[in-house]
């Protein structure tokens, strides 16, 4: 099969779910759920808004808040405008029994436990943090019990929910940029630069990946720390509940099913900016054509641009860069309220909704979150075996730095 047929599969497949997904978040929503959040202030807090965003969405009732740290729950109650707090999101499930759970912690340890107990109380719907969990075995068992107890999960990886995708994805088709030849991605490459960069922020660059290039095949890689291949001795506990870990620098190359290579690099401190509040330079992801590139910034608005002319024949005045919107290249966007609703984690908020209620799967599941925990642990499984192929799915299902520590320590 060719390239072209399967970005024309592709684009078949999802691009009109998508708009019409997205097209439907404006409605106000038929049923009426009950919210119960789950935070720890101290350990991963409440990230990129995952508490507030339910005051702002049709159709919802936010119940109840549990906080371990007793200061961060008063807190939470106050914000929300809630009364109903507890220390324990364990009990706050089994007396509250919500429709939906959001899991809003960034530090990942936490999300295992967290999300089987919110299945195990009969939640209808989960929204998470990403990254999802820590290694592939734990998503399996995730998935394994919403499967049987029919939860629909929601990955927060937001630029996965932008409807500008299935229309990048036909003007792919429709030949913008000639025959694509790869996918680039880069994590922002600031202080957490390597492994770090990879969980935290590169997990949005894996989504974003396997949703042009289709689901991965096999990864080649290497860590390194100091210019060194990362060893016994450099792995140590990672933040955020991450799990053990090495590696300042990372370069990996991924086999996808559509046949495109896709190539992800983060080296710490390689992103060089005058002020710490510049935009990232490097975030994001390239898609590399004869004729081409069509460039994505991550979490950023304007999301994509395409700038035309071989990237292999340089041209002493290069075309400029035109933004892609969701009315075509060039032309301005025409959703009023698109920055603000991807930023506040709405669209994806309310595709979650609209997911329970039509008894789907979200634009970001827990199947695509398993995904992209399962390429990141790849780039490692495959430095722990000296660069070596390693296919999928993963044989080793664990974390590939505990067993590298045993051996090698």
């Not at 680039?184 to 660059?205: A, Q, T």
């Not at 100091?226 to 799990?243: R, T, Y």
Request: glycine share 12%; hydrophobic share 40%; net charge neutral.
């Amino acid at each position: 099969m060719q390239r072209r047929d399967i970005l024309r599969g592709f684009a078949a497949g999802m691009c009109g779910a998508t708009q019409v997904a997205f097209a439907e978040t404006s409605k106000a929503q038929p049923a009426q759920f009950r919210v119960a959040l789950i935070g720890h202030t101290g350990r991963g807090h409440y990230g990129h808004g995952l508490d507030v965003m339910w005051q702002k969405l049709e159709g919802v009732e936010l119940v109840a808040v549990a906080d371990a740290d007793a200061g961060g729950l008063q807190a939470a109650t106050k914000l929300l405008g809630i009364k109903t707090g507890f220390a324990d999101y364990r009990r706050m499930l089994t007396e509250q029994r919500p429709e939906i759970v959001a899991i809003a912690p960034r530090h990942v340890d936490q999300h295992h436990e967290m999300l089987l107990a919110a299945i195990t109380a009969g939640a209808r719907g989960i929204f998470i943090e990403k990254p999802f969990v820590r290694t592939p075995q734990e998503a399996d068992e995730v998935l394994s019990a919403a499967a049987r107890a029919g939860v629909q999960i929601a990955v927060a990886h937001r630029n996965r929910c932008h409807p500008v995708l299935p229309v990048i994805r036909q003007l792919l088709e429709d030949g913008l940029i000639g025959r694509v030849l790869e996918l680039r991605g880069r994590g922002k490459e600031d202080p957490r630069g390597g492994s770090l960069d990879l969980w935290v922020l590169g997990s949005h660059v894996m989504n974003l990946a396997a949703y042009f290039g289709g689901a991965p095949r096999a990864c080649s890689a290497g860590v390194y720390v100091g210019g060194e291949p990362a060893a016994g001795q450099h792995i140590q506990d990672g933040a955020e509940g991450l799990g053990l870990m090495a590696g300042d620098e990372v370069h990996a190359r991924f086999e996808l099913s559509s046949g495109v290579p896709f190539f992800f690099d983060s080296m710490k401190n390689a992103r060089l900016q005058k002020e710490a509040s510049d935009r990232p330079a490097s975030f994001g992801l390239q898609i590399i054509g004869t004729k081409g590139i069509v460039d994505l910034r991550a979490d950023q608005h304007p999301f994509a641009g395409v700038r035309l002319g071989s990237p292999l024949d340089p041209d002493p005045q290069p075309g400029a860069w035109q933004v892609i919107s969701t009315a075509g290249v060039g032309q301005p966007e025409p959703l009023a309220n698109l920055a603000g609703d991807l930023s506040g984690q709405l669209t994806g908020g309310r595709d979650l909704l609209q997911a329970v209620t039509e008894g789907r799967p979200p634009l970001c599941d827990g199947v695509q979150g398993l995904q992209t925990v399962e390429m990141i642990c790849s780039v490692f499984e495959s430095h722990r075996l000296g660069g070596q192929r390693v296919t999928f799915p993963l044989k080793n299902r664990g974390n590939p730095w505990s067993l590298m520590s045993r051996k090698t320590r």
